[in-house]
C-alpha cells in the first residue's frame, strides 16, 4: 500500500540555522513527491515537487529537497531558516493511479 | 491567493443540522477534490471530480453528500453530522485529473463544529 511518513510532529530551530524536515515513503512504481505547507488558518500550498531529473529539488521561499530513491526519502530543507517559515509541512506522494497519499505533518517552530 | 475560494470560513452546527460548503475556483482547472483534514492524521481525500464526473468515492458516509454543478464550482452537503466528523475541510483543484505530476491549488479550508 503506498503510504508517507514523517517521524517528527514537532522541528524546533534557531533562526539562521539550517533546517530539515524529513519524509520516507513507500509506493509502487515511480513516485511523484510533493511538499506543502500550511500556514495558520489557510489551506496548503504547493512548495516543489519532484517528477525526475536531478534528485536535488529547488522550490519557493529558499526551500530545496532531496530526492533518495535507495532509502525511499524526500527530506525538506532550508540553509537558513526564517521566524516566517514557522507553518505545518506536509509531504505527500501521487501514484500511478492519480491518487494523492500525504502524510500527518510536521510543526516547524523557528525561535528568533 | 490560490485562486480557489471556499465559504464559510467557519461553521457550527447541529447533528440534526443541514448545511452546504461551497467552492469555487477561478483557474480553469478540470479537476476538483473534498478533503478532511483532522490533528495528527493525513488528509483524508473524500470526493474527487474531473469534468463535473465522480471519479473517486473513498468510503465516505451518506451523510456527506457532493455536488458538482459545473467545473468551476463543488459542493458538500452535510446532514446528520457527528461530532467525530469536527475537523477542517479543504477543497482543492488541479488542471486534469490524470496528470500525475500535477499540483493541487487548495482553499483556506472550512473549520467544522459539529455539537
Known amino acids: 500500500a503506498q503510504s508517507v511518513a514523517q517521524p517528527e510532529d514537532q522541528v524546533n530551530v534557531a533562526e539562521g540555522n539550517p533546517l530539515t524536515v524529513k519524509c520516507t515513503y513507500s509506493v509502487s512504481g515511480n513516485p511523484y513527491l510533493f511538499w506543502y505547507v500550511q500556514y495558520p488558518n489557510r489551506g496548503l500550498q504547493f512548495l516543489l515537487k519532484y517528477i525526475t531529473g536531478d534528485n536535488l529539488v529547488k522550490g519557493s521561499y529558499g526551500f530545496e529537497a532531496e530526492f533518495n530513491k535507495s532509502q525511499t526519502s524526500f527530506h525538506l530543507k532550508k540553509p537558513s531558516a526564517l521566524v516566517s517559515d514557522s507553518a505545518l509541512y506536509f509531504c505527500a506522494v501521487r501514484d500511478s493511479g492519480n491518487q494523492f497519499y500525504f502524510g500527518t505533518g510536521t510543526s516547524l517552530t523557528v525561535i528568533p | 491567493e490560490t485562486g480557489v475560494t471556499q465559504t464559510p470560513r467557519h461553521l457550527v452546527m447541529g447533528m440534526t443540522n443541514k448545511k452546504s460548503l461551497k467552492c469555487e475556483q477561478h483557474?480553469?482547472?478540470?479537476?476538483m477534490y473534498w478533503y478532511k483534514q483532522s490533528a495528527k492524521k493525513p488528509l483524508e481525500l473524500m470526493f474527487v471530480y474531473s469534468l463535473e464526473e465522480r471519479v473517486e468515492n473513498n468510503s465516505v458516509p451518506s451523510r456527506f453528500s457532493p455536488e458538482c454543478p459545473n467545473s468551476s464550482h463543488l459542493f458538500l452537503h452535510l446532514h446528520t453530522l457527528q461530532p467525530e466528523d469536527s475537523a477542517l475541510y479543504l477543497c482543492?483543484?488541479?488542471?486534469?485529473?490524470?496528470?500525475?505530476?500535477?499540483?493541487?491549488?487548495f482553499g483556506s479550508g472550512t473549520q467544522l463544529s459539529v455539537l
Open positions: 482543492a483543484s488541479s488542471q486534469s485529473w490524470t496528470g500525475s505530476s500535477e499540483k493541487l491549488f
Open positions: 483557474l480553469g482547472h478540470n479537476a
